[in-house]
């Protein structure tokens, strides 16, 4: 199998978007089908993975507590296992009302440096969304924002990706975007992201095993997309706690 990160694809080995943490939601509801998903990234090279659940109002369960618990477990099943990648764990937090008491509380699941990962809603942008993202940067986290691929009002709005810019967010592409799994419109709008350079970060926005392979054989054996995404430069090293 292809290794999914190699320096002949698009040369990092940091996955910085996954939902593989059991239990969580969306993600694998059996710890086996976890670990499946581990094992793959292991094989294509990839040496760090963040796990990052969903936070969000419609999803209770997934506290900051709870979900350090449970990958307090994974982890134990990871090393049982004698799978090599090295687990870490983010979150995924939505921009809903519940967000700025979470921002309040200074409890956020975050990469290195304080970035946190924001999930934006699909179809609207939501009303106080320079207030949230002047609020976390005034508590000192720098907001990263995922797949803008994915936002309608968000990813031809070029004023709005140069203005969250200079406020000092960062950019995400998941993989599985570029794959056609959410529709061509999506591909297309992934395309004229990394063409405009307004990526920092890529992650594959995996829940499953056949994401993953349908990531490696729809884009990854694609010699355009594997060019754009070489081009892109991407940060993920910086994820690194080598580097922090």
Not at 94 to 121: F, M
Not at 137 to 147: F, N, S, T
Request: with cysteine; charged share 25%; aromatic share 8%.
């Amino acid at each position: 199998m292809n290794n999914l990160f190699s320096r002949n694809k698009i040369n990092i080995d940091i996955e910085t978007h996954c939902h593989i943490l059991p239990a969580t939601g969306c993600d694998p509801e059996f710890t086996n089908q976890a670990l499946d998903v581990l094992v793959i990234f292991q094989s294509y090279g990839v040496n760090t993975v963040y796990a990052t659940p969903h936070v969000r109002l419609t999803r209770p369960s997934n506290t900051h507590e709870s979900i350090l618990k449970r990958a307090e477990v994974f982890k134990k099943q990871v090393a049982e296992n004698k799978i090599k990648v090295k687990l870490e764990i983010a979150a995924e937090y939505y921009a809903d009302d519940g967000l700025s008491d979470l921002i309040d509380s200074g409890n956020l699941l975050t990469y290195p440096q304080s970035h946190v990962l924001i999930e934006l809603p699909l179809r609207s942008k939501p009303d106080n969304l320079d207030d949230i993202i002047k609020k976390l940067c005034a508590k000192g986290y720098k907001p990263v924002i995922a797949h803008p691929e994915l936002h309608h009002y968000l990813r031809y709005d070029w004023q709005m990706i140069a203005d969250l810019k200079e406020q000092g967010c960062l950019f995400q592409i998941n993989l599985i975007n570029m794959a056609g799994y959410f529709g061509e419109d999506v591909v297309i709008a992934a395309e004229n992201l990394l063409r405009s350079k307004t990526y920092d970060l890529a992650g594959t926005g995996a829940h499953s095993r056949e994401q993953l392979q349908l990531i490696n054989e729809q884009v990854l054996q694609n010699r355009n997309y594997v060019t754009l995404l070489r081009n892109a430069n991407f940060k993920n090293k910086m994820f690194s706690y080598r580097n922090c």
